[in-house]
């Protein structure tokens, strides 16, 4: 059993910069791959990012490359999700998952929101 909590979100006008967590407990997730997925008000969850156990290999949607950059530290059991350059589109409830690069999303954490002002 696997318990991911997201933290991070809040405010932020367009331009800026937020850095979200995700921090697993239960278990240890460091031979996992672990995505990021959003959810705007009236749209179906999409994917944003994964990275792969040894965090050698990351994947993008092509909205958020070159803007958002995910990354893990396994020694904290934590997967984050640096968001730069901003914009009103991203404003969505960022979570979580366990699965990804063709291993399915077994565990969700609850989200957390992010929201961005022009």
């Known amino acids: 059993q696997v318990q991911l909590v997201e933290s991070g979100g809040g405010s932020v006008q367009a331009g800026g910069s937020l850095r979200l967590s995700c921090a697993a407990s239960?278990?240890?997730?460091?031979?996992?791959?672990i995505s990021w997925f959003r959810q705007a008000p009236g749209k179906e969850r999409e994917f944003v990012a994964a990275i792969s156990g040894s965090g050698g290999r990351t994947g993008y949607a092509d909205s958020v490359k070159g803007r958002f950059t995910i990354s893990r530290d396994n020694s904290k059991n934590t997967v984050y999700l640096q968001m730069s350059s901003l914009k009103p589109e991203d404003t969505a409830v960022y979570y979580c998952?366990?699965?990804?690069?063709?291993?399915?999303?077994?565990?969700w954490g609850q989200g957390t929101q992010v929201t961005v002002s022009s």
């Open positions: 998952a366990k699965g990804g690069f063709g291993s399915p999303y077994d565990y």
């Open positions: 239960g278990r240890t997730i460091s031979g996992y791959t």
